[in-house]
């Protein structure tokens, strides 16, 4: 487990492995401002115990990927669908990724934003996507996976200046958007706060993910063309991506498993964890019986 960078499209990667290289692959994306060290180790050591080759990353502009540049103006990326980047090219990065790993395909995972990316690779890269889970996430489509106004305020508060700032500020945050019906475990919180800066933030970064999250089209009728196995979970509480969202993305998506989790918000908590590994595994099979 040794953090390695790599140069792809253009710009650096930050990203780990776990477990044997002839595993099963299982490429983890994470969500909006989040390194990928939010796919906790023991989560990723788990899923080795599984049979799985596990690869987390940071996405660019986060962690100790690189920095992008250009000012994200929110409310263009609303109405005129334009950002600094786009999912797609996210996308193109994961793909990119799995190049420079020798594989020419994986099991992919996104939570929230990565999720949005999974189905994205899936969609534009579907010889690379051998099973597809989607977790808290939505297809883009306006009218579903809505926030509720409290989390969406919460998403739009100025970044942190510090790094006192920046913890009290993630702990406040999934008081909010966290899962109601399980324990708040503040210390572990503030510890991956703590991290991940240390490890390095881009609160521009943060912005300009959001706008390409806001500039995305609708993928449902793409989704609809994708033949892999997949699993959407969904917190049945979740108030950033309304639960519609992941609805949504189970419809869309040709005999996709939906698990909607009771208690659930928009997090994983640990004690999900056995239930959305299981899903994981059950679709990985259902790929390798497919393929």
């Not at 913890?167 to 510890?191: H, K, N, Q």
Request: aromatic share 6%.
């Amino acid at each position: 487990m040794t953090e390695s960078v790599v140069e792809v499209n253009g710009i650096e990667l930050c990203h780990e492995t776990f477990g044997d290289p002839g595993g099963r692959p299982l490429l983890l994306v994470m969500g909006l401002g989040a390194p990928m060290i939010w796919w906790d180790e023991e989560f990723c050591e788990t899923l080795v115990a599984q049979g799985f080759y596990v690869i987390r990353y940071d996405n660019r502009d986060a962690g100790r990927s690189s920095g992008m540049t250009g000012v994200a103006n929110l409310a263009l990326a609303y109405t005129l669908r334009t950002s600094p980047y786009s999912l797609a090219d996210m996308a193109d990065d994961a793909a990119g990724l799995l190049d420079v790993l020798g594989l020419p395909a994986a099991h992919v995972a996104g939570a929230s934003m990565g999720g949005m990316i999974a189905q994205t690779l899936a969609i534009r890269h579907p010889s690379r996507v051998l099973s597809l889970t989607s977790i808290m996430s939505t297809t883009g489509n306006r009218l579903v996976g809505r926030p509720n106004g409290k989390a969406m305020s919460m998403l739009l508060t100025p970044p942190p200046r510090t790094r006192d700032e920046y913890v009290e500020l993630a702990v406040r945050t999934f008081r909010l958007i966290g899962s109601p019906g399980y324990p708040f475990d503040e210390e572990r919180m503030r510890l991956r706060a703590q991290r991940t800066y240390d490890r390095g933030i881009h609160p521009g970064g943060t912005l300009r993910q959001l706008a390409a999250i806001m500039s995305a089209r609708d993928r449902a009728p793409k989704l609809r063309r994708v033949r892999v196995p997949a699993l959407v979970v969904h917190g049945a509480q979740d108030p950033l991506v309304n639960v519609s969202g992941g609805r949504a993305t189970a419809r869309a998506i040709p005999g996709a498993d939906l698990d909607v989790v009771p208690g659930m918000g928009h997090d994983l908590p640990r004690a999900v964890w056995p239930r959305a590994i299981a899903g994981m595994v059950r679709i990985a099979d259902r790929a390798k019986v497919t393929t």
